[in-house]
């Protein structure tokens, strides 16, 4: 059976999503670069045991674009996401975020914690989250200084591997 393609308007703008399976729902999550599509074979697979929904955040292909984008914050995605998941008439979902879908997740699970049965966060951008917790403007700039500005001076030296390495294990 293939995924159904639907729509929802939240917070004042309309995101697309699609729909497949039964049973507890799993909520996909995108990536800065993606949309929805991104997730076709997982859908595919996770819908054999779940009811599972990967929807375009707002500023995403096919969403139509409302304003001009300055907006464009973890903080709103999880705003939509919350609706969203009402909307459809969950309770809770299983939430599973890549990249800045990630980050958008980690923040909605600390906004909306009771709309969240269980989360997985793959490959959070979590640099900018270490300014919002304590102690992390320390970390945040160990993090400079032991393997952000030494990869990006291997890289200006033309020696890739190094530059892989030092942002790999800051080391």
Not at 34 to 51: L, P, T, V
Not at 117 to 125: A, F, Q, T
Request: aromatic share 12%; charged share 20%; hydrophobic share 40%.
């Amino acid at each position: 059976m293939k995924a159904q393609t639907k729509k929802a308007v939240v917070n004042g703008i309309e995101l697309n999503y699609v729909e497949q399976g039964e049973g507890d729902p799993v909520i996909f999550v995108h990536g800065t670069l993606d949309d929805y599509r991104i997730r076709g074979s997982q859908i595919e697979f996770f819908s054999k045991y779940y009811h599972v929904i990967a929807y375009s955040r707002r500023y995403h292909h096919p969403n139509v674009w409302v304003g001009d984008g300055m907006d464009y914050s973890a903080t709103l995605h999880a705003k939509d996401l919350a609706e969203l998941i009402k909307k459809i008439g969950f309770k809770s979902a299983h939430v599973i975020g890549h990249s800045y879908g990630a980050y958008t997740s980690l923040v909605f699970v600390c906004e909306h914690p009771k709309l969240v049965r269980s989360l997985i966060l793959c490959e959070p951008p979590l640099l900018p989250w270490l300014l919002n917790i304590p102690g992390g403007d320390t970390l945040l700039a160990a993090y400079i200084t032991n393997a952000w500005e030494p990869a990006r001076q291997a890289f200006q030296r033309g020696d890739l591997e190094q530059g892989v390495r030092r942002l790999s294990v800051g080391s």
